[in-house]
């Protein structure tokens, strides 16, 4: 089945695909993510290990080294590796942006410098665009790139800049003016900034959050760079630049999503092993009612096992965390005070049919009636 040739279930390729991924993270998990993250370290080991896998490079041309597919398959290495408790905001980074970047619109000589080391994980690349009174809006970008005898000049600031201390170099945003354009108008330009190039100040931001992706400040004055560290055309880099973005949008929410199936599956264990008057929270009603309504997956009741007894359910599915589901006695309604956006069912079955909830609310949202028997 599929919607406008998207398919809904995902083929064995995919299916293997993350599989590969889960195998590949299974001797790390978060307390290594942590362990490295408190040290002011970067997860080396686990980058490395999905490089020599070839998931790094599952979205680079195969001439490179690479898998050859697409921004599917890497969105999907994004999400599993998040869902095993390593969330790395640097595959949106140096295989998204930088790598499908420099793939489409590097000369020969930067894609042969650059993409096979993106592959196999010896070669980092950061990514500059933000600034300070213009976040990622390109409209309003003050860092300018003015032609020089020999090469570029760059002058400005960025900020929020990650993974400057782990990479080999930036693939930075400028403003290009006009008679700098090879469009006659002002515009945008991509260059290649070695990271310990002279001009270039980096300041650490002091952040809250525990990850390896610690974020910096960037200044630039009279910064020299050669002719060949262009990417694409001067002054006609928009194309090129949503070439990247695009893809680094896709896998940052697939890292979401990783993030949300590993908190899930977390919150899902801890209700099975923390046991309150003599049975695990899980059968309580509060997490129990809750729990079907923040999962992708549930089951709909079946009106045929009726039980006189709360009782605890475990609900599997592939790839998703187990949930906990209590049934009540049958005699007991779904409270009214249900929010509409989720359809309220009649208590008192054990569960059973797998079925996808976008489509069931669709059908019962507000209603105060049993689903179809």
């Given at each position: ?6 398919p809904?279930v ?37 980058w ?8 790094l490079?599952?979205?680079?041309p195969?001439?490179y080294?690479?898998?050859g597919?697409?921004t599917?398959?890497?969105?999907i290495?994004a999400?599993e590796?998040?869902?095993s ?7 949106a980074l140096s295989?998204?942006v ?6 489409a619109h590097?000369?020969?000589?930067q894609?042969?410098?650059w993409?096979p ?12 665009i933000?600034?300070?009174?213009a976040?990622s ?7 300018t ?22 990479a ?5 945003v400028?403003?290009?003016r ?7 108008v002002?515009g ?6 070695d990271v310990?190039?002279?001009g270039?100040?980096?300041?650490e931001?002091?952040?809250e959050?525990?990850?390896?992706e610690?974020?910096f ?23 090129a630049?949503f070439?990247?973005?695009n ?5 940052s929410?697939a ?10 599956g ?5 209700a099975?092993?923390?046991v309150?008057w003599?049975?695990?929270i899980?059968?309580?009603?509060a997490i129990a009612?809750h729990?079907?309504g923040l999962?992708?997956f549930?089951r ?7 039980v006189?007894?709360?009782c605890?359910?475990p609900?599997?599915m592939p790839?998703?965390p187990?949930?906990l ?7 007991r ?6 929010p509409?956006?989720?359809p ?21 949202s507000?209603s105060r ?5």
């Open positions: 089945m599929s919607v406008e040739g998207i809904l995902e083929s064995e390729t995919t299916k293997l695909l993350r599989q590969t991924v889960r195998d590949v993270c299974a001797s790390f998990g978060h307390a290594y993510f942590l362990e490295v993250s408190r040290a002011h370290g970067h997860p080396r080991e686990l490395s290990a999905l490089g020599e896998s070839g998931l490079g599952v979205s680079i195969e001439e080294g690479g898998g597919a697409g599917a398959e890497l969105v290495v999400e590796v998040a869902a408790g390593s969330p790395l905001m640097l595959l295989p998204a930088c790598a499908t970047t420099l793939a590097g000369s020969a000589a894609r042969e410098k993409l080391g993106l592959v196999s994980g010896a070669d980092v690349l950061a990514f500059a933000t600034e300070p009174d976040g809006n390109s409209h309003r970008l003050r860092t790139a003015t032609k020089t005898a020999d090469g570029w000049s760059l002058s400005g600031s960025k900020t929020y800049i990650s993974h400057v201390d782990n080999k170099a930036i693939l930075i400028a403003r290009v006009a008679e700098d354009s090879v469009t006659g002002d945008l330009g991509l260059f290649l900034m310990d190039v002279s270039l100040t980096v300041q931001i002091d952040v959050i525990t990850s390896p610690r974020q400040t960037l200044f630039l004055d009279d910064v020299r760079l050669p002719a060949d560290s262009v990417v694409g055309e001067p002054g006609n880099g928009l194309t630049l070439t990247g973005l893809p680094e949008r896709i896998a929410a890292l979401l999503n990783g993030i949300a199936r590993y908190a899930l977390k919150g899902a264990r801890y099975t092993e923390r309150v003599d049975v695990p899980g059968a309580h009603q009612t729990w079907p999962t992708s549930w709909l009741p079946d009106s045929s096992r009726r006189r007894q709360p605890l359910t609900i599997s790839g998703r187990q949930i589901l209590k049934s009540a006695p049958p005699t309604q779904a409270p009214h005070s249900m509409p956006s989720r309220t069912v009649e208590t008192g079955w054990q569960p059973s049919t797998a079925w996808q909830p976008c489509s069931a609310w669709c059908a019962y507000g009636r049993s689903p179809p028997k």
